[in-house]
């Protein structure tokens, strides 16, 4: 911001150095974490030769973060395998949306990283993560069921590990007047922090991936979090049956 860095947050050690020429000397440039406030700083260490009037600047830069720690998601899939794909978690600070947000989607992670779980550098607070995962087929190809799930809020004092797992995990059942089928769901999570930041987002899930949420007994005292759901039905596709040489039901192909 223009301004000094306070008394004793910076030392250099000798402070100054008087070399002949040709000749060269280490000098040690201690910062003081202590001290100050949290930002970044930025300085130059002054070299002269005062007999040809150069001067040497050589730039000296840091950054003082907050107090750090880790927070590791883990995601499970209904079939208890690493969740893959297109599975996602939107993580967001609560007390300040302006200190953390990150949407994450998990793709191809614990295919490479099996013995791994997402791991994100937070600073202390109160934490949301809200999610989806997908369950797929055996050769991982196509996502046969979509979970809605989270941890709507949390604290962060310490390196933290949440398990997000799809097992338990409750299907949807629509019952309406007339027989329908389902053509697109839409599975999403509202999320604000208590200074009005946050995220609106969620997944389409087509006719094929069946939905599926699990409750949750979280309390949220900060901020705002909604969960929805929204649907498109349409009337079942047309279906054949046979009568010779057994009964039985035929797909039909659209």
């Known amino acids: 911001d223009g301004g000094s860095a306070p008394e004793g947050m910076v030392a250099v050690s000798p402070a100054t150095v008087t070399l ?4 060269s000397e280490q000098v040690e440039v201690t910062v003081a974490t202590s001290v100050g406030a949290t930002g970044l700083y930025g300085g130059f260490l002054v ?6 009037g150069v001067v040497l600047r050589t730039p000296v830069g840091f950054q003082k973060e907050p107090e750090i720690f880790d927070l590791s998601v883990r995601m499970i899939a209904r079939d208890g395998r690493p969740a893959f794909g297109i599975s996602a978690i939107d993580i967001l600070n609560v007390d300040d949306s302006n200190a953390f947000y990150r949407s994450y989607i998990i793709g191809d992670f614990y295919f490479w990283n099996p013995d791994r ?7 202390r607070g109160t934490y949301s993560v809200t999610g989806w995962i997908f369950t797929y087929d055996e050769p991982h190809v196509y996502p046969w069921e ?32 007339h ?4 053509d697109l ?3 999403s999570h509202a999320r604000l922090s208590e200074n009005g930041g946050g995220y609106i987002a969620g997944f389409n899930l ?3 991936t069946a939905p599926f949420a699990k409750p949750t007994d979280a309390v949220v ?3 705002m979090y909604e969960y929805y759901s929204r649907w498109r039905l349409i009337a079942p596709p047309i279906r054949l049956r046979t009568l010779e040489p057994e009964p039985s039901v035929l797909d039909a192909i659209e």
């Open 179 to 182: 027989d329908t089928d389902s």
């Open 20 to 23: 002949p020429p040709e000749a």
């Open 206 to 208: 087509p006719g094929y």
């Open 185 to 187: 769901t839409k599975l």
């Open 117 to 123: 779980d997402p791991t994100f550098r937070v600073p």
């Open 146 to 177: 979509g979970v809605a799930l989270g941890e709507p809020e949390f604290e962060v004092t310490e390196d933290t590990t949440i398990t997000l797992d799809a097992r338990g995990a409750i299907p949807y059942e629509i019952e309406t007047r």
């Open 221 to 223: 005292t900060k901020g």
């Open 47 to 52: 070299g002269q030769d005062e007999s040809a």
